[in-house]
């Protein structure tokens, strides 16, 4: 079993100061808390800022990975379309026995609507956010670390700017990157209005 000796040369080592004076009892199971706290931020500030890198349209995003829920391709589906709804609105999905509409950013956007093809996939939001709805990506990158990427300006909007962008990156091969917050786009009144 460690001994607070063998504690207190741990706790130097990671660097969180003089542990000289250290108290007993209750106070050191505080002091031990304190420094596995420390310790599991630290370890935390260390890991990779990833993010869900996919394509909706021409467009390259980035999504946290938080904020989705799962990835199905929509080949193996079939959206049955709902009628009196606006035209960015693709259909149902019955995925489980779970009905989720899937969103067409894109066309949402002003462009034109996203093809449905070998490559087209179904992004589940996550279940904290908007559990029944999904938006319809063109193709699934993988995943993206955004600290490898330099941040550029917002205010270079385009025509046909996604809904949700909350940042822009450039990767190292010059490929601009939109992140969209999904939890934002669910609380979008205009998101939220699918009926004409």
């Known amino acids: 079993m460690p001994q ?10 990671h660097g969180l100061g003089d542990t000289s004076g250290m108290p007993g009892g209750e106070d050191l199971q505080a002091f031990q808390a304190s420094l596995l706290a420390r310790m599991a931020a630290r370890a935390a500030d260390s890991l990779p800022v990833r993010h869900l890198a996919v394509g909706i349209g021409a467009h ?6 938080d904020q989705a829920g799962e990835i ?16 960015w609105f693709r259909g149902l999905l019955n995925i489980r026995g779970n009905l989720v509409g899937v ?16 490559d087209s996939h179904v992004l589940v ?23 490898e990427m330099s941040r550029i300006s917002n205010n270079d909007e385009t025509e046909n700017d996604l809904p949700g962008v909350i940042g822009r990156y450039k990767d190292k091969g ?23």
């Open 103 to 118: 969103a067409d950013l894109a066309a949402m956007a002003g462009a034109p609507p996203l093809a449905v093809g070998a």
């Open 174 to 196: 010059g490929l601009v990157w939109m992140e969209l917050d999904l939890a934002g786009l669910s609380q979008d009144p205009e998101f939220l209005r699918i009926g004409r």
């Open 72 to 87: 199905l391709p929509l080949r193996q589906q079939r959206l049955t379309n709902v009628p009196s709804t606006r035209p």
């Open 4 to 13: 607070l000796k063998d504690f207190v040369i741990d706790a130097q080592h």
């Open 125 to 147: 939001m996550a279940a904290g956010l908007a559990p029944q709805c999904g938006l319809l990506v063109s193709q699934v990158r993988g995943l993206r670390d955004v600290e």
């Open 60 to 65: 390259a995003c980035l999504i946290a990975l």
